[in-house]
């Protein structure tokens, strides 16, 4: 059993992410579902595996609207503790919400 690293409640989240990961070539980006976050970090199911310690930028669909009209994402920074063949948990060191029209990755 792994020891648990994690000092904010785990929430279960569904929802589409992209990710790109930065300081490698050739650039990786894929995308994938998560599956819970925290109000410190992300785990995400992953197209392959990513190198622990790589900087990353995971954008999620959000499940709320703007003024009830505009589809939001959460677009957050951060770096990859773990990955396997199928999935990876990201550190959060920053984020913010944009429109879903809004460039991104």
Same mark, same amino acid.
């Given at each position: 059993?792994? /020891?648990?690293?994690? !000092?904010? $409640?785990?929430?279960?989240?569904?929802?589409? *992410? $992209?990710?790109?990961? $930065?300081?490698?070539?050739? +650039? %990786? +980006?894929? !995308?994938?579902? @998560?599956?819970?976050?925290?109000?410190?970090?992300?785990? &995400? =199911? =992953?197209?392959?595996?990513?190198?622990?310690?790589?900087?990353?930028?995971?954008? #999620?669909?959000?499940? *709320? %609207?703007? /003024?009830?009209?505009?589809?939001?994402?959460?677009?957050?920074?951060?770096?990859?503790?773990? @990955? /396997? !063949? +199928?999935?990876?948990?990201?550190? #959060?060191?920053?984020?913010? &919400?944009?429109?879903?029209? !809004? +460039?991104? %990755?």
């Amino acid at each position: 059993m792994r /020891d648990e690293r994690r !000092s904010g $409640r785990r929430y279960a989240i569904d929802r589409q *992410v $992209r990710y790109q990961i $930065r300081g490698v070539r050739p +650039a %990786l +980006a894929g !995308s994938g579902r @998560s599956l819970n976050m925290s109000s410190g970090g992300v785990l &995400f =199911t =992953t197209e392959h595996p990513l190198e622990s310690g790589k900087l990353a930028v995971i954008e #999620i669909n959000w499940p *709320v %609207l703007l /003024d009830h009209a505009k589809p939001l994402k959460l677009v957050t920074r951060g770096h990859i503790v773990w @990955s /396997d !063949s +199928a999935m990876a948990a990201m550190r #959060i060191d920053a984020w913010e &919400f944009r429109t879903q029209g !809004s +460039a991104g %990755l």
